[in-house]
């Protein structure tokens, strides 16, 4: 009884342990096999609020942090152990490369949803039904976006497979919408509904909301330009500190060999961290909610 009652114990705990370790991975960004097979099977729409990375992204990105944490710690300590240990921080990188792909693509399919809008405006305009309209409007974006994998394209798709299937626009709308999480889809699809059940002048209407959604993502295209062009600059700010201190190490070592020692460890570790606090005060400041 105490043999069986020990097995019991050791499996409990091993359970306990690898769903530590599932939590750990899944928080850096490592998905688990059944929603990876799901997405390969083509069962799960897409929800823009979530980005899954590929087993291949999720290693590389690893892998690329760990031989740059790897490099900045040879850098500014001299040892290996330490170098190594630092590169062990390399497996959170994929939950930023994750965040960073997901907001990618919310802005790609806001550009595509912009070319939409001209395009759907334009076919109401030549006289075509909404449920029309939107079927039109799929064959053009074919034209703007050959690749297959487009994310309004698939959504259009969806879109016309349940018009054909007899369900209402607004309800394809609404789900869609639901899933991008996105304000100006939301809001194009709350006029279109509230149009439709007011019975307004539905090309009218559909001109003002492509306006104004149309004039709002040209905005936040021009203020994203300039956002990008000052975290480059900033890319470049992080990076010279490294790129000085790696010259100095070659070109004088003996100039330098005195911070390899004693106290001169607290002030590498100093200077370290008011590096990391920069980095982070000045992406703090990019992070711009538009």
Not at 116 to 134: V, W, Y
Not at 156 to 175: K, V
Request: aromatic content about 12%; glycine content about 6%.
């Amino acid at each position: 009884m105490s043999s069986v009652s020990g097995l019991v114990k050791t499996e409990q705990l091993y359970r306990s342990q690898s769903g530590w370790l599932q939590r750990a991975f899944a928080w850096c960004g490592w998905e688990n096999g059944q929603v990876m097979a799901n997405i390969r099977a083509g069962r799960m729409l897409t929800d823009y609020g979530r980005y899954h990375l590929s087993r291949k992204q999720f290693i590389f990105a690893a892998i690329a942090a760990a031989l740059v944490f790897y490099m900045a710690a040879y850098l500014f300590y001299h040892s290996a152990l330490v170098s190594i240990a630092a590169a062990g921080f390399g497996i959170i990188a994929p939950r930023f490369r994750r965040r960073s792909l997901l907001q990618q693509r919310k802005e790609r399919l806001k550009l595509q949803f912009k070319e939409a809008l001209f395009s759907l405006t334009s076919s109401l305009a030549a006289g075509r039904s909404l449920e029309n309209a939107f079927l039109a409007t799929l064959d053009d974006l074919k034209l703007l976006y050959p690749d297959p994998r487009t994310e309004l394209l698939l959504e259009f798709q969806i879109i016309r497979f349940r018009l054909e299937n007899a369900e209402p626009l607004e309800y394809a709308l609404r789900n869609f919408a639901d899933r991008a999480g996105i304000d100006e889809i939301t809001q194009f699809t709350d006029a279109l509904a509230a149009c439709k059940r007011s019975g307004g002048d539905l090309l009218e209407v559909m001109k003002r909301t492509s306006a104004i959604i149309g004039e709002k993502l040209e905005i936040e295209q021009e203020i994203a330009v300039m956002i990008a062009q000052k975290r480059f600059e900033g890319r470049i700010m992080m990076a010279v500190p490294f790129v000085f201190l790696a010259f100095l190490s070659l070109a004088a070592p003996d100039y330098m060999a005195p911070l390899y020692g004693g106290i001169g460890y607290l002030l590498l570790t100093a200077a370290l961290l008011l590096l990391l606090l920069c980095f982070w005060a000045m992406a703090k400041m990019m992070r711009i909610q538009m």
